[in-house]
Structures are given as structure tokens and as C-alpha cells.
């Protein structure tokens, strides 16, 4: 991987789950910011980051003092709560500051932080495509984000110089970058992602109340596929609740998309329809093949 310069002077992270911690170890780790500051809402939160060693950040105990000489502050906190942070710390906000975030939904997020942004600060929306079904400051590590996509969706307007300055960092951290419109973006991660969390949601959901199969049958007898539900149905509830609430529209068309493909399904069993079964797992089978390929899985 290409070595990077310093990016950024002071860097803040705001929300100290998963993604917030990973970033202040691997930003502090690889240099990529000669300080940086960590805040989260919770006590018990800040208490424990604080105990971390390694963590890679200051951690503040005011949301103010975390931002408010922060050349880029980063809000890693549910998609739900982007608006309110925003217009609780874009006051805070020093000249020519970008403020940037990690949800796996853009537009809404857009819509909620631009009405707060000053008008001497720049808004570069991110989203690592990075993560496993752990949370809090301890589940961090500095590695997550390596050989990972993070996209970003720049709004109008917004200075190249700035958008290359984010690009920059998530580069240096070992992702992927690519740009990418944030309706645009909205619906690709409906269908890679949001839609399987919703079926691994669902189908889990099916098992536990399944009568004429006991919980202690479902946990002994779990081949592989239903262990892959298990594991993604364990993400955190509060993060996947706000992103399907706030992208309602494109898990609505994809779902519906989904259902349809569903019900043909349906149909090829019941009649019968062998080849169709055999041409749809083959068809299936190359797309895995092209991920594998693709390096975003391994066999």
C-alpha cells in the first residue's frame, strides 16, 4: 500500500462504537493526523475507551471540545441520530472545517446536517462498506478498513480540494475509494446490503417462533447458511432500525423487487421446474465467484 503524508492536523471522532474506534486506532496508528480526539455521548462509554490502551485518541469530555479546532470531524453515530449531532456541533465549527460521517445511508443524512452546515464549512459524506456484528469502543481494531470500499457522496458545490482531503484519509487507512451520487449510492446498498440484514432479520425471527421446532433443535442443528443469518442478525438493533427507517424508499423498491423474484421462486418448486432451479443457482453461483474474484471474499 502507497505511504501517506499527515492529512489532517486534528481530526475528531464523535460516537465511539465499532467504526469511531476503529478510525481513531488506524488514523492515529498509520499518522494520518498529528492528533486525534474522541467523544461519545455516553459516560460509560468515554469511561471505557478511556481504558483502552491503543485507543489512538484523546478522549474529550465535552462534544465542544472534541470539534471545535477539529480541521475534519467524523460522526460515527446511528444514521438516526446524523440531523441532531449536526445541529448540536456545526455552532462549534472553526472556518474551513469538514465535517464528514459513516452512515450507510446518504441522502437523508445529506438532507439532515446540510441545513446546519455554516457557511464556511464543507460536508463530504462517507461510507465505509466495512464492519462485523460487534459493537463498542472494545470491538474497534485498525485494520477494518483494509482492502475495504469507503464511498463517498460529495454534495454541489463542494470544493475538489476538500472532497480529495477525505479521499485522501480513507485511502490511507487501506480502503477503496469511489464517488458516487447519493440516491445512486442509496439504491446499490439496498440490494448489498440493507435487503439480506432485513432477510437475516426475518428468517431468524421465523426460527425462534417456528412451534413444531424447539430453540434447542435450531441452535444444535444450524448448518453454515443459517449460521451466515445468525451472524449478521446479531448487528446492532439501533443502527439497522435507523437504516431502514431512513431509506425507506430504496429498501421499499428493491424489497418489492425481491418479492417478486421470491414468488417466482415459489413457482419453479411447485411445479416442479427443475432446470429453472438449476439455470437461477448457476446463474447465482458466478456472481460468487465474482466477488471472490473482486476481493471482497474469500473462499
Not at 490502551?53 to 477539529?70: H, I, R
Not at 439496498?190 to 431468524?204: D, E, F, G, Q
Not at 421446532?213 to 446479531?234: C, Q
Request: glycine fraction near 8%; include cysteine; charged fraction near 25%.
Amino acid at each position: 500500500m502507497k505511504d501517506f503524508d499527515t492529512v489532517f492536523d486534528k481530526v475528531a471522532i464523535i460516537g465511539l462504537g465499532l467504526i469511531g474506534s476503529s478510525l481513531t486506532r488506524a488514523i492515529s496508528d498509520k499518522k494520518l493526523a498529528n492528533q486525534v480526539l474522541g467523544f461519545d455521548g455516553s459516560e460509560v462509554v468515554r469511561a471505557e475507551a478511556r481504558g483502552i490502551e491503543g485507543f489512538g485518541a484523546d478522549v474529550t469530555e465535552t462534544l465542544e471540545e472534541a470539534v471545535s479546532n477539529a480541521d475534519l470531524i467524523i460522526m460515527a453515530v446511528p444514521v438516526g441520530a446524523v440531523g441532531s449531532l449536526a445541529q448540536e456541533l456545526c455552532p462549534h465549527l472553526k472556518d474551513g472545517a469538514i465535517l464528514s460521517d459513516v452512515g450507510s445511508v446518504k441522502k437523508s443524512i445529506i438532507d439532515t446536517v446540510v441545513p446546519h452546515l455554516p457557511e464556511t464549512c464543507h460536508f463530504v459524506p462517507g461510507h465505509p462498506v466495512a464492519g462485523t456484528e460487534y459493537s463498542g469502543p472494545k470491538a474497534g481494531f485498525s485494520t477494518l478498513f483494509e482492502g475495504r470500499w469507503c464511498i463517498l457522496t460529495p454534495i454541489e458545490n463542494t470544493p475538489r480540494l476538500e472532497v480529495e482531503k477525505v479521499s485522501n484519509l480513507w485511502a490511507g487507512l487501506g480502503s477503496d475509494v469511489e464517488e458516487m451520487d447519493a440516491e445512486h449510492h442509496d439504491i446499490v446498498l439496498a440490494i448489498t446490503s440493507h435487503i439480506p440484514h432485513l432477510i437475516a432479520y426475518n428468517i431468524v425471527g421465523t426460527a425462534a417462533d417456528l412451534e413444531e421446532v424447539t430453540s434447542s433443535e435450531v441452535i444444535k442443528y444450524s448448518a453454515g447458511g443459517f449460521r451466515d443469518f445468525t451472524r449478521i442478525a446479531a448487528s446492532d438493533p439501533v443502527m439497522w432500525r435507523d437504516v431502514f427507517m431512513n431509506n425507506k424508499e430504496a429498501v421499499l423498491e428493491m424489497l418489492g423487487r425481491f418479492t417478486e423474484d421470491l414468488t417466482q421462486l415459489q413457482r419453479h418448486i411447485r411445479r416442479g421446474d427443475g432446470q429453472a432451479l438449476e439455470d437461477l443457482f448457476t446463474r447465482t453461483r458466478e456472481i460468487r465467484r465474482s466477488i471472490i474474484e473482486a476481493g471482497q471474499a474469500t473462499e
